[in-house]
């Protein structure tokens, strides 16, 4: 049992103050950041400076992509809007009125996450409904990239304050 004892004291499982959480939440918004609307934004930057082929690449990619997210929406759009109003609803419930940090962190993972779902949708109706293409496509798809930075930026923060606010409360408890 010593061993077991040891390695829990080593190994921090809290979610705040484990390593790995963060590291998580620096990637999950990377790669939010990095695909915008399903397509990579070094692509988008080269579709913009060549043209050609790597403009029709994009406009495929972003065609498929949009099509895909609005058909998943507009078949089950009430389904999944109670059933993210559902968990999240759950794990604010056992995250603040239960004090499971677990259900605290993941919250902070997934809140954010569906506003960049939200305004995924708002500007892919805004491209299929201007029939989008070249600069109007890569001005757009900038756009909808810099608010999800934006509500990165925000959720980070945010994050961080409150799980140094979390560690540091436990950390005097104890």
Not at 36 to 60: F, K, N, S, T, W
Not at 108 to 120: D, E, F, Q
Not at 146 to 168: E, H, S
Request: aromatic letters at 10%; glycine letters at 4%.
């Amino acid at each position: 049992m010593d061993v077991l004892d040891t390695a829990l004291e080593v190994i921090d499982l809290r979610s705040f103050s484990n390593l790995w959480y963060w590291i998580a939440l620096a990637a999950l918004w990377s790669s939010v950041s990095h695909w915008v609307l399903g397509v990579p934004h070094d692509m988008i930057q080269r579709a913009r400076r060549e043209g050609g082929q790597a403009q029709a690449d994009v406009e495929d990619l972003v065609r498929i992509n949009i099509n895909r997210l609005l058909h998943v929406f507009d078949s089950g759009a009430v389904l999944i809007v109670a059933l993210a109003a559902f968990w999240l609803a759950a794990l604010a419930v056992l995250g603040f009125w239960y004090d499971v940090e677990f259900a605290q962190a993941v919250l902070l993972l997934l809140a954010p996450i569906l506003l960049v779902v939200w305004t995924s949708v708002r500007a892919s109706r805004r491209i299929v409904a201007e029939a989008a293409t070249g600069e109007a496509l890569y001005r757009r798809l900038t756009i909808h990239r810099r608010v999800v930075q934006v509500i990165g930026m925000l959720a980070i923060t945010v994050t961080a304050f409150y799980g140094t606010w979390q560690n540091l409360s436990v950390s005097i408890l104890n």
